[in-house]
C-alpha cells in the first residue's frame, strides 16, 4: 500500500509518503511571509499553498522513490483549519485521485497529530491517553483503536500553543514565540516567579487567566528588569504551562486507571514538556511517549500515518468530500 499524503491546514505545505505502514518522505515548505505580522494571514497561506503544493509533492514522491502511478491513495487534511488553506490541499488531492483514479481519505488533523506517535517505534498500548497541545488545541483524549478515539478534556479558552505565543508577545518577542521561550526557559530558574494555577474542574484547561497574571506582572516591571531576567521569566512561564498541563494528565490516568500516557502536537516539541512528561512517568509509573521532533509540529507524515489505517479500514472519501474549519471527530 503507497500512499500521498498532504497537509495544508494552516501555514505549512507538507507532503509525505508511505509505503506499507512506513513513513519514507516527509517534506514540509514552511511560509515566511507571515513573520512580519506577527502572526499567520489566511489569505497570503493559500495562496504560499498554491506555490508550494507541486513542488513539495514532488519532492516528496522522489524522495521516497515512489512514481504517482504506483499509489494506492492520495490523503488530505480535511479539517479543521483555515478553510482556504484546506481547499487547496483538498482540491489538489482530488484532482491527483480523479487523475490517477485512485480513492481519496479524508484525515482530521487533530487525530493525525494522535497518531504521529505510531509513525516510530516503540508505540503505545491500546487504550492509552494522549494530550494533545498545539496552537489551536488543547486536548486529552482516550485512544482506544487507532481511528476510535475521544476528546475527555479540552481547553475553555486559549490553546497551550497560544498562552506560549501571546506570552512571547507580551514579552517583546517575535511571532511564533513558543520556541524562543523554550530557548530562554533552558538558562533560566523556573521557581522564580510564582504565577497562578487556575482552579478548573474536571479534566478542562483554562490558560486565558495565567495571560492576564503575566500582562499585569510585566506592567508592573521595568523594561530593562525584563530584558535582565528574560530566562528566569520564561522559565516561570513554561513551568506554570507545563504544571497546567500535566495535573491533568494526573487526574485524567488516575480515573481511567490508562498507564501509556502520550504527547502530541507543536507544544509537544517543547523541551521542558518532553523532560517534564518523562519524569512524571517515572514518578507515576506511566509509560510515555513523544513523537520525533519533525512529527510534533505540523507535518504531513501524520497525516500518512492515519491515512494509512483508513485505508485498512476501507474508510474513503469521495470527490465530492468538502473540508471544514471546525469538526470533531
Ligand atoms: P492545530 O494543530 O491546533 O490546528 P497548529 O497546527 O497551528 O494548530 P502546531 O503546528 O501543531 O499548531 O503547533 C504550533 C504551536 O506550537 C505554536 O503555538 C508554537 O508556538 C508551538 N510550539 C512549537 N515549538 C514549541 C516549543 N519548542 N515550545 C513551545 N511551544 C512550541
Ligand atoms: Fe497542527
Known amino acids: 500500500v503507497k500512499i500521498l499524503a498532504i497537509e495544508s491546514s494552516c501555514d505549512d505545505t507538507g507532503a509525505a509518503v508511505i509505503v506499507d505502514g512506513k513513513v519514507l518522505s516527509n517534506h514540509i515548505a514552511n511560509q515566511k511571509v507571515h513573520e512580519q505580522y506577527g502572526g499567520v494571514v489566511p489569505e497570503l497561506a493559500s495562496r504560499a499553498h498554491q506555490e508550494n503544493i507541486v513542488p513539495?509533492?514532488?519532492?516528496?514522491?522522489?524522495?521516497?522513490?515512489?512514481?504517482?502511478?504506483?499509489?494506492?491513495?492520495?490523503?488530505?487534511?480535511?479539517?479543521?483549519?483555515?478553510?482556504?488553506?484546506?481547499?487547496?490541499?483538498?482540491?489538489?488531492?482530488?484532482?491527483?485521485?480523479?487523475?490517477?483514479?485512485?480513492?481519496?481519505?479524508?484525515?482530521?488533523?487533530?487525530q493525525a497529530h494522535v497518531l504521529a506517535n505510531f509513525i516510530d517505534d516503540p508505540k503505545p498500548d491500546f487504550p492509552f491517553l494522549c494530550l494533545t497541545v498545539s496552537g489551536g488545541h488543547t486536548q486529552i483524549v482516550l485512544c482506544e483503536s487507532p481511528l476510535k478515539m475521544r476528546v475527555i478534556g479540552e481547553t475553555l479558552d486559549d490553546a497551550a500553543g497560544e498562552a506560549f505565543d501571546k506570552s512571547a508577545k507580551i514579552l517583546g518577542l517575535p511571532y511564533p514565540g513558543g520556541p524562543l521561550i523554550d530557548k530562554y526557559a533552558k538558562t533560566g530558574n523556573p521557581t522564580r516567579f510564582k504565577f497562578p494555577e487556575p482552579k478548573i474542574p474536571g479534566l478542562n484547561f483554562s490558560?486565558?487567566?495565567?495571560?492576564?497574571?503575566?500582562?499585569?506582572?510585566?506592567?508592573?516591571?521595568?523594561?530593562?528588569?525584563?530584558?535582565?531576567?528574560?530566562?528566569?521569566?520564561?522559565?516561570?512561564?513554561?513551568?506554570?504551562?507545563?504544571?497546567?498541563?500535566?495535573?491533568?494528565?494526573?487526574?485524567?490516568?488516575?480515573?481511567?486507571?490508562?498507564?501509556?500516557?502520550?504527547?502530541?502536537?507543536?507544544?509537544?516539541?517543547?523541551?521542558?514538556?518532553?523532560?517534564?512528561?518523562?519524569?512524571?512517568?517515572?514518578?507515576?509509573?506511566?509509560r510515555t511517549f513523544i513523537p520525533k521532533f519533525e512529527y510534533c509540529t505540523d507535518n504531513a507524515g501524520m497525516i500518512a500515518i492515519t491515512a494509512y489505517y483508513k485505508y485498512l479500514a476501507g474508510d474513503f472519501v469521495g470527490l465530492d468530500a468538502v473540508p471544514t474549519a471546525r469538526a470533531a471527530f
Open 56 to 110: 513539495v509533492v514532488d519532492i516528496a514522491l522522489q524522495t521516497a522513490g515512489v512514481k504517482r502511478e504506483e499509489l494506492s491513495a492520495i490523503a488530505f487534511t480535511q479539517s479543521p483549519g483555515l478553510i482556504g488553506s484546506l481547499l487547496v490541499g483538498s482540491c489538489f488531492a482530488k484532482s491527483m485521485a480523479m487523475a490517477l483514479d485512485i480513492p481519496l481519505i479524508g484525515v482530521h488533523h487533530m
Open 207 to 286: 490558560f486565558s487567566g495565567l495571560k492576564t497574571a503575566i500582562l499585569y506582572f510585566l506592567q508592573q516591571q521595568d523594561p530593562a528588569f525584563i530584558v535582565e531576567n528574560m530566562p528566569d521569566i520564561c522559565a516561570s512561564i513554561q513551568h506554570r504551562i507545563i504544571s497546567i498541563l500535566l495535573n491533568k494528565v494526573i487526574k485524567a490516568a488516575e480515573e481511567t486507571g490508562i498507564r501509556d500516557v502520550a504527547i502530541a502536537g507543536g507544544v509537544s516539541a517543547n523541551s521542558g514538556l518532553r523532560q517534564a512528561l518523562a519524569e512524571y512517568g517515572e514518578r507515576y509509573g506511566w
